[in-house]
């Protein structure tokens, strides 16, 4: 899987919560949760998403500034050769959508 590297944060340790953009959406790199599916991922990476796009999937927010989400895991070796994963970290693949809407227009 191609990986463009969009950015990083939220961790004192190398490796930690990034966003990167794939050839089917986005990767996010996060904090394992008690599901294979969910990571968990700071507020702070949604800034560093492509222009009028957003994640395709259900963000959670949790109250500690992070937010969990769901997504397909990552689990081939290739792609996971490719990230710098702290112990406590996993991957999942989410969808990229396009934003085309952009508010009302006025009415006169």
């Known amino acids: ?35 294979p599916e969910t990571v968990e991922i700071p507020h702070l990476l949604l800034g560093f998403l492509e222009p009028d796009t957003f994640i395709g999937t259900t963000l959670t927010d949790t109250g500690r500034g992070t937010f969990t989400l769901t997504g397909q895991p990552v689990t ?14 996993t991957a999942i693949v989410v969808p990229m959508s396009r934003r085309t809407f952009y508010g009302a227009v006025p009415s006169k």
């Open 1 to 35: 899987m191609g990986l463009r590297f969009l950015g990083k944060g939220g961790s004192e340790v190398t490796g930690c919560p990034s966003l990167y953009s794939t050839d089917d959406g986005y990767l996010a790199q996060g904090w394992i949760t008690d599901r």
């Open 76 to 89: 081939d070796t290739e792609t996971l050769g490719q990230l710098d994963l702290a112990d406590n970290e």
